[in-house]
């Protein structure tokens, strides 16, 4: 199958132009009480119900729904997104809408599952109001709850989709275009950012060098990085299991 062949699998054929929604400066919101950065949980399960009841900034006042999850938390390679949009808030998932359904046919495209290799969440955990960019208060009031999905699921892989789940996770502030499908390493992860798949479906060109051709090198790259640490991973459990009959 040709690189071109390769990219069509990425097409959603999104229906004519989605209109662009005005970006509204928000009220000047109060500030939220403060986080506890150390806060451990025991288990996701205890996690997700301490964010459900979350009420610790102004987007749980908008929210239908507290976004935490999808996938598998055994999964070598997590997802970080930005935020919910409408369709997450509606049904409470992650990468749901039009761009979570692209970004699981990429990971098809490279045989990943969407539901058992990988491990969704995002940023922020409320949908902010018109889909805007997450504020810092809120994202800050969220980390605390991302840090500790990325200690429970312990992936070896983390792909942050966009230049905001970049800044939020690193502190990087460059251009997405500026630093996708650079290798990196966070907190002893291997960490790679990458187009957010909503770019890619305002971007429809195949051609070389476009976001789609863009992706699809990156998805190849992390299929092989993924494969590479997962025979690793085999090699030292056949290891251990030797040491044991020995």
Request: proline share 7%.
């Given at each position: 199958m040709t690189d071109a062949e390769q990219i069509s699998l990425f097409d959603l054929d999104p229906s004519p132009k989605a209109k662009q929604t005005a970006k509204q400066s928000s009220k000047a919101a109060k500030p939220a009480p403060p986080v506890p950065v150390g806060v451990t949980y025991a288990d996701l399960d205890a996690l997700k119900a301490d964010a459900i009841a979350c009420q610790k900034c102004p987007l749980a006042a908008t929210r239908t729904n507290v976004v935490v999850e999808r996938g598998n938390r055994q999964a070598l390679i997590a997802i970080i997104g930005e935020g919910p949009g409408q369709n997450e808030d509606e049904?409470?998932?992650?990468?749901?809408?039009?761009?979570?359904?692209l970004l699981d046919k990429i990971l098809q495209s490279v045989d990943l599952?969407?539901?058992?290799?990988?491990?969704?969440?995002?940023v922020v955990k409320c949908r902010p109001p018109n889909n805007r960019v997450p504020e810092d208060i809120e994202m800050a009031a969220c980390k605390p709850y991302l840090l500790e999905q990325i200690r429970l699921i312990d992936p070896k892989i983390i792909l942050l989709t966009g230049a905001t789940a970049v800044k939020a996770v690193t502190g990087d502030k460059r251009g997405i275009t500026k630093i996708r499908g650079e290798w990196g390493e966070w907190e002893g992860r291997l960490i790679m950012p990458i187009l957010h798949p909503a770019y890619l479906l305002r971007n429809a060109s195949r051609e070389k060098g476009s976001p789609k051709w863009?992706?699809?090198?990156?998805?190849?790259?992390?299929?092989?990085?993924?494969l590479e640490i997962k025979s690793q991973l085999q090699g030292q459990d056949n290891i251990e299991e030797d040491e044991e009959e020995f």
């Amino acid at each position: 199958m040709t690189d071109a062949e390769q990219i069509s699998l990425f097409d959603l054929d999104p229906s004519p132009k989605a209109k662009q929604t005005a970006k509204q400066s928000s009220k000047a919101a109060k500030p939220a009480p403060p986080v506890p950065v150390g806060v451990t949980y025991a288990d996701l399960d205890a996690l997700k119900a301490d964010a459900i009841a979350c009420q610790k900034c102004p987007l749980a006042a908008t929210r239908t729904n507290v976004v935490v999850e999808r996938g598998n938390r055994q999964a070598l390679i997590a997802i970080i997104g930005e935020g919910p949009g409408q369709n997450e808030d509606e049904t409470g998932l992650p990468f749901v809408g039009k761009a979570g359904q692209l970004l699981d046919k990429i990971l098809q495209s490279v045989d990943l599952d969407p539901e058992k290799d990988v491990y969704i969440c995002n940023v922020v955990k409320c949908r902010p109001p018109n889909n805007r960019v997450p504020e810092d208060i809120e994202m800050a009031a969220c980390k605390p709850y991302l840090l500790e999905q990325i200690r429970l699921i312990d992936p070896k892989i983390i792909l942050l989709t966009g230049a905001t789940a970049v800044k939020a996770v690193t502190g990087d502030k460059r251009g997405i275009t500026k630093i996708r499908g650079e290798w990196g390493e966070w907190e002893g992860r291997l960490i790679m950012p990458i187009l957010h798949p909503a770019y890619l479906l305002r971007n429809a060109s195949r051609e070389k060098g476009s976001p789609k051709w863009l992706m699809w090198q990156d998805i190849q790259t992390v299929k092989a990085k993924y494969l590479e640490i997962k025979s690793q991973l085999q090699g030292q459990d056949n290891i251990e299991e030797d040491e044991e009959e020995f």
